[in-house]
């Protein structure tokens, strides 16, 4: 069996996916945690890794190829010339093994060096300590030759 990617239409890759595995196909449909901040509130959101695309592992002969473009939520088989583009095992296999590494990135975590870009420390390194409530987080800077523990709007942190 071989893997091949389908485009989904606008907001649907979660219809499609479902869509998808009610006719026993199989799927994958990669997603991350992505840490936002949105009108000064912190919040974590699954996100798809490859907007607007999932993969499917199909058989060349496989009937259910006529049947992929009318599943809810399908926009397209990703292909040139007319046929479909085969991705290799290797590459959904690496995919899948570098999913937990990317999750890991994002946000900021305690002991990470931060820059402050607003306010009165604007300017200044710091070290990222916690998050105080939803809008705060406390960071270490250096002042008068110790370090000191400050608040300060997460929308002045920068990584």
């Not at 049947?67 to 085969?86: C, D, E, Q, Y």
């Not at 990135?105 to 931060?114: F, N, Y």
Request: with cysteine; net charge positive; charged share 25%.
């Amino acid at each position: 069996m071989t893997w091949y990617a389908l485009q989904h239409k606008p907001a649907q890759g979660d219809r499609a996916l479902q869509h998808l595995q009610n006719q026993d196909i199989a799927c994958f449909y990669p997603k991350i945690s992505v840490e936002k901040i949105k009108g000064g509130k912190r919040s974590k959101k699954l996100e798809p890794l490859f907007p607007g695309y999932l993969f499917v592992n199909l058989e060349q002969t496989d009937p259910m190829w006529s049947k992929l473009r009318s599943t809810r939520g399908v926009l397209r088989i990703v292909g040139f010339a007319n046929k479909p583009a085969p991705i290799s095992d290797g590459v959904i296999q690496h995919i899948k093994e570098s999913l937990d590494s990317v999750a890991e990135q994002g946000g900021i975590k305690p002991g990470q060096p931060v820059h402050l870009s607003e306010g009165p420390f604007e300017g200044i390194n710091a070290i990222f300590q916690a998050y105080d409530g939803e809008e705060r987080a406390i960071v270490l800077v250096n002042f008068m030759q110790k370090q000191q523990s400050i608040r300060v709007p997460v929308s002045a942190i920068k990584k």
